[in-house]
C-alpha cells in the first residue's frame, strides 16, 4: 500500500489566488481528517469525514477554507482567496473507524506558502 | 476530550532509555491512550495504544498505572533517528462517534551522539 498520499508537496502562491491541496486516502479506510500545523499554534483538525460525509468542521478557520470528499479515494481542501496567514503544512490522515484511535495514518503533508 | 500535559523537550543520549510521562488526569472511563511519533518534514506516525498496564511493541513500551491518570512512554536504547516530536493522545477507543485526535504540543527529543 503506498499510504495517504498528498500532492503537491509543495505549494508557493500569491496573496489573494486560489490553493487546492489534494488527498488520496489509504484504500479501505472510512475516515479522512485534514488537519494543519504551525509552529505557533501546533496541529490543529480543520475538518474531518466520515464515509464521505463532513462530521465536524469546526476546525474551518473561515469561509475561504472548503473541503470535499465526492468518493471514498479522494479529497480536496480549497483556499480561496489564500492569505499569507494561511501558510503552514497541511496535512491529511485516513483511518478505520472501527480502529478508534489505534489506525490514524497521516501523509507527507503539503507545505503551503502564501507571498 | 481529556487534557493531556507532557514535557516541552527532552535531551538523551544514543543507548539510552528514554521516557516520557503524560499526565490525563481527566481521562475517561472509555478512553485510550495513543502516543504519535513525528520526525521533520513528514506526518505523524502511529507508534504504540494502550489502556491500562503494560504494552509492548518493536518500536515502545507503554506503561498505565491502576488510576490511569497518567502513562509512560519508554523508548529502549535510542539512536539518533529516534530524534523526533512525541505526541500523548487521550480519547474513545474502538467504535466511537466523533472519533477524531486532537494533538497537544507534543515532548521533542533530541539524541546526542
Known amino acids: 500500500d503506498a499510504g495517504v498520499i498528498q500532492s503537491p508537496r509543495h505549494e508557493v502562491t500569491e496573496m489573494g489566488q486560489e490553493v487546492t491541496l489534494r488527498c488520496k486516502p489509504i484504500?479501505?479506510?472510512?475516515?479522512l481528517f485534514w488537519y494543519r500545523q504551525t509552529m505557533m499554534r501546533g496541529l490543529e483538525l480543520l475538518i474531518y469525514f466520515n464515509n464521505n460525509v463532513p462530521i465536524d468542521d469546526s476546525g474551518m478557520p473561515e469561509d475561504r477554507f472548503s473541503a470535499k470528499m465526492p468518493n471514498a479515494s479522494f479529497s480536496t481542501l480549497k483556499i480561496q482567496p489564500s492569505e499569507p496567514r494561511d501558510s503552514a503544512v497541511y496535512f491529511c490522515?485516513?483511518?478505520?473507524?472501527?480502529?478508534?484511535?489505534?489506525?490514524?495514518?497521516f501523509g507527507s503533508g503539503t507545505r503551503l506558502t502564501v507571498v | 476530550l481529556a487534557k493531556t500535559t507532557q514535557p516541552i523537550s527532552m535531551d538523551s543520549y544514543e543507548g539510552q532509555e528514554v521516557n516520557i510521562t503524560c499526565s490525563h488526569n481527566?481521562?475517561?472511563?472509555?478512553?485510550?491512550i495513543t502516543w504519535y511519533q513525528q520526525f521533520p518534514s513528514q506526518g505523524p506516525r502511529f507508534i504504540i495504544q494502550g489502556y491500562k498496564t503494560k504494552v509492548t511493541n518493536e518500536v515502545a513500551s507503554l506503561f498505565i498505572p491502576a488510576d490511569r491518570k497518567s502513562s509512560t512512554l519508554s523508548l529502549p536504547r535510542v539512536s539518533l533517528s529516534d530524534t523526533a516530536v512525541y505526541y500523548c493522545l487521550v480519547g474513545p477507543g474502538g467504535k466511537a462517534a466523533g472519533n477524531k485526535l486532537t494533538f497537544g504540543g507534543g515532548t521533542r527529543v533530541l539524541v546526542k551522539p
Open positions: 481527566n481521562i475517561a472511563t472509555n478512553d485510550y
Open positions: 484504500s479501505g479506510h472510512n475516515s
Open positions: 490522515a485516513s483511518s478505520l473507524e472501527h480502529r478508534g484511535n489505534y489506525g490514524y495514518t
